[in-house]
């Protein structure tokens, strides 16, 4: 057996004939936080509600801290979890939400009161004790349902998407707090988002989900540089698909000149070559000849979307360059588009 604090083996899910988990394998260690993404009905949820006990596998197993919990009811699982609509009591008060759980295991009331007094400094809601539910923001109210669900000292923090339903200002400054609220207790931590910036952005490592299995394990910085299939590739991050034809196996062509192929092909077919905005350059020497079709202010940053004539025929390609090299660039100029060797990857081609 692993020692991983979370070890998952060939995890199966079936809802009547819809198979929602198929062969899941995964290891999380003591301290990670783990960020689960992908579409909706990818499985990311089910996966979460297996490992919770709120719904039940039907093949494979759940090991936390060496014990064996795949069947065992949510009572006797070591975890908390935060919901995306908070789930908060709206007759209790703030300070009432956060005790409720230390209550029901019988702490003393000295102990209750104090514990709670040290998760509302946490969480930054001292003033807000008094306070029901219905009189506190979305945010607010999110930080209630986290100290609710840390106030019993879990092994294990569960969090579904829990700030999808947070307008994007205080999402934003709230995953800052999670973050640094999870290393400062260096709890375990397991978040499903579809969210792709939250992945990136919180994650030490990322579990990409498709069809309910995992296609691709790592760090977000693996995740966005590295995909390890055009659905990932797609997916996380902004990212041109480009058909090129394959010289040889190590050459493609796709403006006047071949370009190296990161991976081998087949002579004669077609193959596209992904390749992020941001790697673009606007004047490449011997670059692909290309008009720039329109062009969006991103504030630090102008997103040029660009006509190429590429050897397939004419392809549109996204470029995202730091305003001030980019600032002179107007709809209907001409460019040459180029990028490092380094910043391509190869996929066979498939329906979009």
């Given at each position: 057996m692993t020692h991983s604090y979370l070890h998952i083996e060939y995890l199966d899910k079936h809802f009547g004939a819809f198979q929602a988990l198929r062969s899941i394998s995964l290891s999380i260690e003591k301290g990670e936080?783990?960020?689960f993404l992908g579409p909706s009905g990818c499985g990311k949820t089910t996966l979460l509600r297996a490992i919770a006990g709120l719904d039940l596998a039907d093949a494979g197993s759940i090991h936390q801290d060496g014990r064996n919990i795949t069947q065992l009811p949510p009572q006797q699982r070591d975890f908390g979890i935060v919901f995306q609509s908070y789930a908060l009591f709206p007759n209790l008060t703030v300070a009432q939400n956060i005790a409720f759980g230390l209550e029901n295991r019988g702490l003393p009331r000295e102990e209750v009161a104090l514990r709670v007094a040290e998760w509302l400094s946490l969480v930054g809601l001292s003033r807000e004790s008094h306070k029901y539910p219905s009189q506190i923001s979305g945010g607010q109210q999110q930080r209630v349902a986290l100290a609710r669900a840390l106030a019993l000292s879990p092994g294990l923090l569960l969090l579904d998407e829990p700030l999808s339903a947070l307008d994007a200002l205080v999402r934003h400054h709230l995953r800052t707090e999670i973050r640094a609220l999870q290393q400062r207790l260096g709890i375990t931590t397991i978040m499903v988002t579809h969210d792709q910036e939250e992945?990136?952005?919180m994650a030490d490592r990322i579990v990409v989900m498709e069809q309910g299995q995992v296609v691709q394990v790592g760090t977000p910085s693996e995740i966005y540089h590295h995909p390890a299939s055009r659905f990932v590739a797609s997916f996380v991050g902004n990212m041109n698909f480009l058909e090129a034809l394959v010289l040889s196996?190590?050459?493609?062509?796709?403006g006047s000149h071949p370009l190296?192929?990161?991976n081998q092909a087949r002579a004669g077919g077609c193959i596209e070559l992904a390749i992020r905005p941001e790697a673009i350059t606007l004047d490449a020497e011997g670059g692909i000849p290309a008009v720039i079709e329109q062009v969006e202010f991103l504030g630090a940053a102008l997103r040029l979307h660009c006509r190429a004539d590429t050897y397939c025929g004419p392809q549109r390609i996204t470029v995202q360059r730091p305003f001030d090299e980019a600032r002179h660039s107007?709809?209907?100029s001409?460019?040459?588009l180029g990028w490092p060797a380094s910043a391509m990857q190869a996929f066979a081609q498939e329906a979009v």
């Amino acid at each position: 057996m692993t020692h991983s604090y979370l070890h998952i083996e060939y995890l199966d899910k079936h809802f009547g004939a819809f198979q929602a988990l198929r062969s899941i394998s995964l290891s999380i260690e003591k301290g990670e936080f783990i960020c689960f993404l992908g579409p909706s009905g990818c499985g990311k949820t089910t996966l979460l509600r297996a490992i919770a006990g709120l719904d039940l596998a039907d093949a494979g197993s759940i090991h936390q801290d060496g014990r064996n919990i795949t069947q065992l009811p949510p009572q006797q699982r070591d975890f908390g979890i935060v919901f995306q609509s908070y789930a908060l009591f709206p007759n209790l008060t703030v300070a009432q939400n956060i005790a409720f759980g230390l209550e029901n295991r019988g702490l003393p009331r000295e102990e209750v009161a104090l514990r709670v007094a040290e998760w509302l400094s946490l969480v930054g809601l001292s003033r807000e004790s008094h306070k029901y539910p219905s009189q506190i923001s979305g945010g607010q109210q999110q930080r209630v349902a986290l100290a609710r669900a840390l106030a019993l000292s879990p092994g294990l923090l569960l969090l579904d998407e829990p700030l999808s339903a947070l307008d994007a200002l205080v999402r934003h400054h709230l995953r800052t707090e999670i973050r640094a609220l999870q290393q400062r207790l260096g709890i375990t931590t397991i978040m499903v988002t579809h969210d792709q910036e939250e992945a990136l952005t919180m994650a030490d490592r990322i579990v990409v989900m498709e069809q309910g299995q995992v296609v691709q394990v790592g760090t977000p910085s693996e995740i966005y540089h590295h995909p390890a299939s055009r659905f990932v590739a797609s997916f996380v991050g902004n990212m041109n698909f480009l058909e090129a034809l394959v010289l040889s196996e190590r050459e493609v062509r796709l403006g006047s000149h071949p370009l190296p192929l990161p991976n081998q092909a087949r002579a004669g077919g077609c193959i596209e070559l992904a390749i992020r905005p941001e790697a673009i350059t606007l004047d490449a020497e011997g670059g692909i000849p290309a008009v720039i079709e329109q062009v969006e202010f991103l504030g630090a940053a102008l997103r040029l979307h660009c006509r190429a004539d590429t050897y397939c025929g004419p392809q549109r390609i996204t470029v995202q360059r730091p305003f001030d090299e980019a600032r002179h660039s107007r709809v209907g100029s001409r460019c040459h588009l180029g990028w490092p060797a380094s910043a391509m990857q190869a996929f066979a081609q498939e329906a979009v």
